[in-house]
Structure formats: structure tokens, C-alpha cells
């Protein structure tokens, strides 16, 4: 065993050699040092313990350690952690597709793992556009989103990210241009979105490959909700115009929302669609990207005969493997109650919140708190604030907000809840 290292060591180490996500070089103020989870508990390497209120960026959905993700992991490493799947497949990849496309929308029927979420969004992106050019219209080569989106941060899905919030401002020139319509509205029946949406499409769709927005949550674009008929219209104007619609259920898929994907909601299928995140339970990174047979065989049966892309790591069988009994987990758990339980928890706990003076907005859906401010957040102070009532959160720009894991407790919940409102009065 290597001697531990002090903690300042560590971080001296950190602080020299290592970058961290949306941060500086070196990363200011430092990171704290995690020594390890368990549940949906966090242990500094200090002894501090947090109630963890952010899954893990939304992807930890039953808590660290559990017996039964850690058994299929050691079980899996015992025949294999990696082989390449150019050529070769195996079991975990095949059953977890077959899990895939029965718990998907119907009509998704072909699976293309890929390794992160931003790489899912790129090959869903590629799919469309090797669909047109199959079909000879290669001219059909930008997206349609709306505003206030967040897809990733690679450079196609960098391109359909909200144009003011996101990084377009730094690579101007890089970016392909798309068309973005407005954010769709939270409440149903605004005829003027509609009908400003349906112009756009008039005037785009010979252009246009695909539609990609994801569905009913925008993620790290805002935290806002919309209504599922918003999802249903873009449908209709997708099949109207004869393009592709592309969901993207990173954040959403499995179970968040309160639906297993937040595509259901709108009573909708997609004609491609993007999971990750939660795949895995948090473990690994993985994630997948979903198409119907149609568009599976355009490309298949195109100019190139092949869809071109193959990560290394494609397919990966101990992320398989786990992401498999993860899905078991899910299902015999009984998510759909545990999601109300957490929808209910927050929404009594963020209640309070209301009354404050800095706060515009409390909204829950599914297991998802938040409490918008009316000013940018100064993160280190309530992330200090809320570790004061021992909880971890990870707020940005004006947004204070939970994604727990759902193994928490009612206690859970209520801490976090606790913790939101008083880093908020902060
Ligand atoms: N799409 C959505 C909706 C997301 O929330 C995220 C991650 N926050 C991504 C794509 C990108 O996923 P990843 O960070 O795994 O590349």
C-alpha cells in the first residue's frame, strides 16, 4: 500500500498539475478532496460528510457503493473489463441494447454506444446528416433547436447550445450556424410561440437535416421546464417537413422527470435519441444513442454503406455491465413512487424559499428542486453555505438546485432542502 498523502499535498499536486470543468488553471477557490461515497453520502478526506444533492452531475441515480452495482462490476471484471467491438460483441452489450430499446419510445429499435453524452449528441447529430446524404440531398445539413438548450461541449453539440449562455460568444467562426427557435413556453396553448416556430420551419426546412431539443427539461442551459405539447408540436412541424427529430434525454432519461424518459409525457417518439448520465447509475461513462430502422437503413444503404464513427471504447463491457443491473435496479425498486416521493419532499422543502427576496422562481418536477435567483449566484459561498448544513451542492450562474440521488431518504430530501433555501437567504 502507498503511504496516504496529506490532504495539502494532494492538493499542491491538484493545484500544479491538474485541470478541473469551467475552471482556470489552476482552479479557484481549490476543489475539496473526496476520500469516498457511499449511499447518497460524500466523505471528505477531512471526515466531513455530505447528503449529496447532485447525484454526481444527475448520473448517480442509487447513491455510491451499492452492493449490487459493485457486485455486477466485480463480477464483469472477472471475464473481462474491455475488448474492442470492432469485429467482436458480447453479452453485456447485446443485453443492455435489448433493455434499451424496450424501455425507449417505440419505434427505436438500433443502438450505437458511445462514451460520453457530448459524443452521443455528435454521432445522433451525424446520423441525421448521413441520412440526407444517402438520400442525395446533402444541402440538408443544419439543425433546428430552440434557446436555452445545453447539449454538450463538443463542437457539433456546442453548436446547438443556447447562442447567449453558451460558448458561441469564444468560437465564433468554428460553430456551424443554426437555427434556433424560441425557448418553448412553460405554460400550454401559446398559439404566437407556435406560430413564429412553424414560420422558421417554413423557411429553413430545405436546409434543415434535424430537430434536437431535449425534451420538457433544459438542463445546464437554465433548469426550465416546458410543456410537453411543445415536444408534440416540433414532432408534428418535423413530420410536416419531412425532418428528423432528435431528442436528447441525457439529462432526462430514466426516470428523473417522473416518466422513464420525459419523451412519454409528450406521447411522443423520437426519430433518434440520446441517454447517458444515469446509463451507467453513475459508475462509468457511457452512453448510447438510439435510432428507428429507417434511419438505420438509409445510412446502412448509402453511398458510404456505413454509419462512420467508432470510439475506442464503443460498447464497453464493464460500463455495459453495470448500466444493465443498474436498469435492473431501477425497475425493482418501484422508481415511479420513489420519483413522487422525491417530487413531493422538494416541494414542500423549497416552499419556503418562496418568501426570500433574492429568489424569482422555485420550481420541482420529478426529482428535480430549483430555486432561481434574481442574480448570478456566488458559488463558493453558497456551496460553503449549504456544506454548513451538510449537503453538497453545485450551483451556476443564478440557479440553486438539487438532482439527489433517489436512494435518499425523506430526511435526505429535507436536508437538502434546507440547505437550498439557506444558501439562498444567503
Ligand atoms: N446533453 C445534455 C442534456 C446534458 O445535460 C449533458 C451533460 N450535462 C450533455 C448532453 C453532455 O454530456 P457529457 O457531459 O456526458 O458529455
Not at 454506444?113 to 448521413?130: N, P
Request: charged share 20%; aromatic share 8%; net charge negative.
Amino acid at each position: 500500500m502507498p503511504e496516504p498523502v496529506s490532504p495539502e499535498a494532494l492538493l499542491a499536486l491538484d493545484a500544479r498539475h491538474v485541470w478541473h470543468p469551467y475552471a482556470a488553471m489552476p482552479a479557484a477557490p481549490a476543489p475539496y478532496v473526496v476520500d469516498s461515497a457511499s449511499g447518497a453520502r460524500i466523505r471528505l478526506q477531512d471526515g466531513t460528510e455530505l447528503i449529496d444533492g447532485m447525484a454526481s452531475w444527475w448520473a448517480a441515480i442509487h447513491g455510491y457503493r451499492h452492493p449490487v452495482l459493485d457486485a455486477a462490476a466485480q463480477a464483469q471484471l472477472g471475464r473481462m473489463s474491455h475488448v474492442m467491438f470492432g469485429g467482436l460483441t458480447h453479452e453485456p452489450a447485446i443485453s443492455l441494447a435489448g433493455r434499451l430499446v424496450e424501455l425507449a419510445p417505440a419505434g427505436l429499435a438500433r443502438v450505437f454506444f458511445a462514451d460520453s453524452g457530448s459524443v452521443s449528441v455528435e454521432v445522433a447529430i451525424k446520423m441525421a446528416l448521413q441520412y440526407w446524404q444517402a438520400a442525395g440531398r446533402s444541402g440538408r445539413n443544419r439543425l433546428l433547436t430552440v434557446r436555452g438548450g445545453y447539449h454538450g461541449d463538443t463542437f457539433m453539440a456546442m453548436s446547438v447550445c443556447d447562442p447567449v449562455g453558451g460558448m458561441h460568444h469564444l468560437f465564433t467562426g468554428n460553430l456551424t450556424e443554426q437555427v434556433f427557435a424560441e425557448m418553448p413556453p412553460a405554460q400550454p396553448g401559446d398559439e404566437s410561440w407556435r406560430r413564429r416556430t412553424a414560420e422558421l420551419f417554413e423557411r429553413h426546412s430545405d436546409e434543415l437535416a434535424a430537430v434536437i431539443v431535449e425534451p420538457v427539461v433544459q438542463g445546464a442551459g437554465g433548469m426550465r421546464f416546458y410543456d410537453p405539447s411543445y415536444v408534440a408540436e416540433l414532432r408534428r412541424l418535423c413530420d410536416e417537413h419531412g425532418l428528423l427529430l432528435i431528442l436528447d434525454e441525457i439529462a432526462t432519461g430514466f426516470g428523473r422527470t417522473g416518466t422513464m424518459f420525459a419523451a412519454e409525457q409528450a406521447g411522443v417518439s423520437p426519430d433518434i435519441m440520446c441517454v447517458g448520465k444515469a446509463l451507467t447509475g453513475g459508475y462509468l461513462s457511457m452512453a448510447a444513442t438510439l435510432c428507428t430502422d429507417a434511419v438505420a437503413e438509409a445510412i446502412s444503404n448509402g453511398p458510404g454503406g456505413a454509419f462512420m464513427h467508432g470510439p475506442t471504447f464503443m460498447a464497453n463491457p464493464l460500463a455495459a455491465a453495470i448500466a444493465g443491473a443498474s436498469l435492473d435496479l431501477l425497475q425493482a425498486n418501484d422508481w415511479q413512487t420513489t420519483v413522487k416521493r422525491a417530487e413531493a419532499a422538494l416541494s414542500e422543502g423549497l416552499a419556503a424559499a418562496r418568501d426570500l427576496d433574492p429568489v424569482a422562481d422555485v420550481r420541482v418536477l420529478g426529482a428535480i428542486g430549483v430555486i432561481e435567483l434574481t442574480h448570478p449566484v456566488d458559488i463558493d459561498r453558497v456551496t460553503r453555505r449549504a456544506m454548513g448544513e451538510g449537503v453538497w451542492l453545485r450551483p451556476f450562474r443564478n440557479l440553486i438546485y438539487a438532482m439527489p440521488p433517489y436512494i435518499c431518504t425523506d430526511e435526505d430530501l429535507a436536508a437538502i432542502c434546507r440547505a437550498m433555501v439557506a444558501a439562498a437567504a444567503a
